[in-house]
Structures are given as C-alpha cells and as structure tokens.
C-alpha cells in the first residue's frame, strides 16, 4: 500500500542540499510524531536514517535532517555525496487500521 | 550486533502456501522489540505485512490479513511468516526487521526473494 505521497524523482549536485517531502494526512503524520526516513540503495536492505520525524540512529551523518510540518515531513539532505544516490522512502505510524505507511519512494540522482 | 537472516524456498507455485523464517543473532526476541515482514515487488515500493510482539501479540496489515499468519519460536530466536494462496503479485523481496513499536524499523535482514511462478 502506498498511503504516503513523495516525489518520483530529486536530484542535486555535490556539495548542494536537497529536500525531499512526504505528504500524509490528519490520520498519519498529522497526527503522530512517528515519522521515519529510510535509505536504500540497489539490491541492498533499507537503512534507518531518521525516526520520529528528526532523530538520528547512532552512525548516521548529521548531513541527514528530518522535520515535519502539519500534515507533511520532509528529509533534507546536505552536502550531497556520490553516495547518497540511492532510493528514499518515508514511513509512518497511522492511525488507521493499517498500521503503517509507506511512501512510493525517492529516486535521488547525484549529478 | 543484532543481524537477521531470512530464509525461504525461492520459487513458489501460485495457490501454494510459502513459508518464511527470519533467525535472529545478536538480540533475545523474548526481551522486547517488534518483530516483523516488510516486502517489496520488483521496482516498486515497500509495503509492511505483519508485526509480532515478543509477547506474541500480533498485527496485521488488512490487506494481507485473511492469508498471513506471522509465530515467533523464542526457543530458537526466530520468527516466521506463513503466506497462503499466493499469486504472482505476492512475488518480491520479502524483509524481517526489528522494529520500535510500529514507528520505526532499525536492524534489517538482507531480504529472501519468493518468485510466485508456475
């Protein structure tokens, strides 16, 4: 199911910042400070990067934030690295019968 | 280091039943934490199937409940899933992951791939 709306597709030049947002509703990310970003890159298992909408796990770079605003979070990424070209995708905890909720995913390409 | 591996039979005919297990190192299921699937069809995105407390307490997503059931085997530290009646959209790579209530999941396994195919 994808019950969170990100955009397809971001990209950034090294050194640059870039943001990708995540819009939910009054049910999910409206309602909860539950929101979680993840990382993952081709044939790999997703990465933690950010939980409850700005918290880093042990090990990941302060080049990661998270926020949210209302209804909407957003994971801002600075200082692009070659690395950080990957797939992104952000979750939340949902007051609906569901549980959680994805995001389609964020194509980010490092140009 | 908390580490998953999951392990399954690869290939599955459709209307069959595959089964799914997720062996645990590094951390005692029975301690606390959830303990759960997370899938993901070819190109797609993520979708999360089901979630099992170490209590034994389980969740479900709706969508997938009438075919899922998720175990725990805290004897052996793992935790299964059972999928029946698939189809060729239930083929993809199937995750067991540890996670912080249904907020986050912060330990993964690398993925067992189901090819539901005749």
């Known amino acids: 199911q994808t019950g969170l709306t990100q955009p397809a597709s971001v990209s950034g030049s090294p050194g640059q910042s870039i943001t990708i947002s995540c819009t ?22 997703p990465k933690l990067l950010i939980y409850d909408v700005s918290n880093r796990p042990s090990g990941v770079s302060n080049r990661f934030s998270g926020s949210k605003s209302g209804n909407a979070a957003s994971l801002t990424i600075s200082g692009l690295q070659a690395e950080d070209e990957a797939d ?24 | 280091q908390v580490q998953l591996q999951e392990s399954g039979p690869g290939l599955v005919k459709p209307s069959e039943t595959v089964s799914l297990t997720c062996a645990v190192s590094g951390y005692s299921i029975s301690s606390d934490y959830y303990w759960g699937w997370i899938r993901q069809p070819p190109g797609e995105g993520l979708e999360w199937i089901a979630s099992i407390y170490h209590s034994g307490t389980s969740y479900y997503n709706p969508s997938l409940k009438s075919r899922v059931t998720i175990s725990v085997d805290t004897s052996k530290n793992q935790f299964f899933l059972k999928l029946t009646s698939v189809t060729a959209a239930d083929t993809a790579m199937y995750y067991c992951a540890r996670g912080t209530a249904h907020r986050y999941s912060d330990y993964w396994g690398q993925g067992t791939q189901v090819i539901v195919s005749s």
């Open chain 1, 24 to 45: 939910g509703t009054s049910s999910d990310i409206g309602a909860y400070n539950y929101v979680s970003w993840y990382q993952q890159h081709p044939g790999k298992a």
């Open chain 1, 88 to 111: 992104y995708y952000c979750t939340s905890y949902t007051y609906s019968s569901t549980l959680v909720v994805f995001g389609g995913g964020t194509k980010l390409t490092v140009l």
